[in-house]
């Protein structure tokens, strides 16, 4: 016999959620609040689309159920771990209905059920067996951790999007963390929440490389804008900076741009991490001139780790 969850039981099963709403009773959850949204919609279409898709977001449980079961409603590229591993990854789309039979002999299972980056994937009927326990996973590391960023905190081009940095900070933290990364987003104060719904304890700012089109005084003008309208809003969160990765051939050395960028974190008293170090420029490590592949982003999060280890506090 098969259990299914409510919407309101999904939500309590999920990662990585500000926000959330139901149409013709689907549940489709959100990186950032819904307002948040509206402004990348009115700043461009492209940056309102990748705004709601569903990077970072997870169903992440614990059960003695036998089995796993969904419906596939929007998306493809979900990653399904099964105690840590990542077993099964599923490509079939919409409409397309996945079973995953588990090995409950010893007692639970850890789920984690990961939605594509790149899509604003939903999921229906999901189903346990009927009388089975289930709950959300309390991440052991204690640490609630939100990304902001660009592409690179989306994870552009990834065949796996579990392995992008941010996504490798937070399974290796074992942390719960929202992962708001918007291909092609930069400072705008529009964009920063006017309330804390996460509570945080870090928030790791990663803007800054879709500013030079704008050129160095309008990075000014919005960076100021976008921190003295974050701050207020995260005062209770540790604040961490970083200027963006370089690309291949880069050298190790900052950029005006990224000299700036340090420069105005330190006026808000923010340490600032230099990423162009942290990712080499080898053309193996890069999907394109600029978006690390898989290989890349595991590169980024391993040179990443142990800074971060050394910061939050």
């Known amino acids: 016999m098969k259990k299914y969850l409510t919407n309101a039981e999904i939500l309590d099963l999920a990662v990585g959620v500000v926000d959330h709403e139901e149409t013709d009773g689907i549940l489709h959850m959100y990186k950032c609040l819904r307002e948040q949204i509206s402004a990348y919609w009115k700043l461009s279409d492209n940056l309102g689309e990748w705004s709601a898709r569903t990077t970072g977001v997870r169903l992440d449980f614990v059960t003695d159920s036998s089995f796993f079961e ?29 079973c995953k039979a588990l090995d409950n002999s010893k007692g639970e299972n850890r789920l984690t059920l990961i939605f594509p980056n790149h899509e604003a994937g939903a999921i229906d009927e999901v189903a346990l067996e009927d009388g089975a ?27 796996y999007d579990s392995n992008c940095y941010a996504y490798q ?3 290796r933290y074992d942390a719960d963390t929202v992962i708001f990364g918007v291909g092609g987003a930069y400072f705008h104060e529009s964009i920063a929440p006017s309330r804390d719904d996460y509570h945080p304890d870090v928030v790791i700012v990663a803007l800054g490389a879709n500013d030079h089109r704008f050129g160095i005084e309008k990075l000014d003008e ?19 900076g ?26 808000y008293g923010i340490e600032c991490i230099s990423a162009r170090p ?32 050394k910061m939050i506090k």
Do not use: C
């Open 133 to 159: 326990s289930y709950s959300r996973y309390k991440h052991t590391y204690g640490k609630k951790i939100l990304f902001f960023g660009d592409s690179i905190t989306q994870g552009w081009d990834t065949k």
């Open 242 to 267: 970083m200027s963006p990765i370089g690309g291949v051939g880069h050298g190790d050395e900052p950029t005006d741009f990224d000299i700036r960028i340090a420069e105005i974190f330190a006026e």
């Open 70 to 98: 969904f419906k596939i409603v929007v998306g493809k590229k979900f990653e399904l771990f099964v105690n840590g591993v990542r077993e099964d990854f599923i490509e079939s789309g919409a409409g397309s209905v996945f």
């Open 169 to 171: 900070v937070s399974l």
């Open 222 to 240: 919005n960076m100021h804008a976008f921190l003295d309208k974050l701050l207020p809003v995260y005062k209770n969160s540790q604040i961490i």
């Open 278 to 309: 942290l990712v080499s420029p080898d053309a193996d490590n890069f999907a394109d001139r600029y978006h690390p592949n898989d290989k890349g982003y595991i590169e980024y999060a391993d040179n990443l780790i142990p800074i971060l280890d």
